[in-house]
């Protein structure tokens, strides 16, 4: 059984734990797997939006793909456009 066929079954049975997103992203991130775990990386930041390490992976993910900062966390309620 490969590692990626737990993380799968660990997001079927906790789907909104962003625990799981960002371990499950990184394994991807180490496999060059970027953009999809960027997705991780930002359901990880929907479910708990100020998780740093989610922001962080996110980040460096958007960094290695060439993306600028403004895709790298979800719009934030509240914040008031500059």
Not at 35 to 57: C, F, T, V, W
């Amino acid at each position: 059984v490969e590692a990626s066929d737990h993380y799968r079954q660990a997001l079927q049975i906790k789907p909104d734990s962003a625990e799981v997103h960002i371990i499950w992203g990184t394994a991807l991130a180490d496999r060059g797997r970027l953009a999809e775990a960027g997705e991780h990386y930002r359901q990880a930041l929907r479910i708990k939006p100020d998780h740093a390490a989610a922001q962080s992976n996110l980040l460096n993910v958007l960094r290695r793909l060439g993306t600028g900062k403004e895709d790298a966390a979800p719009s934030r309620k509240g914040e008031k456009n500059q």
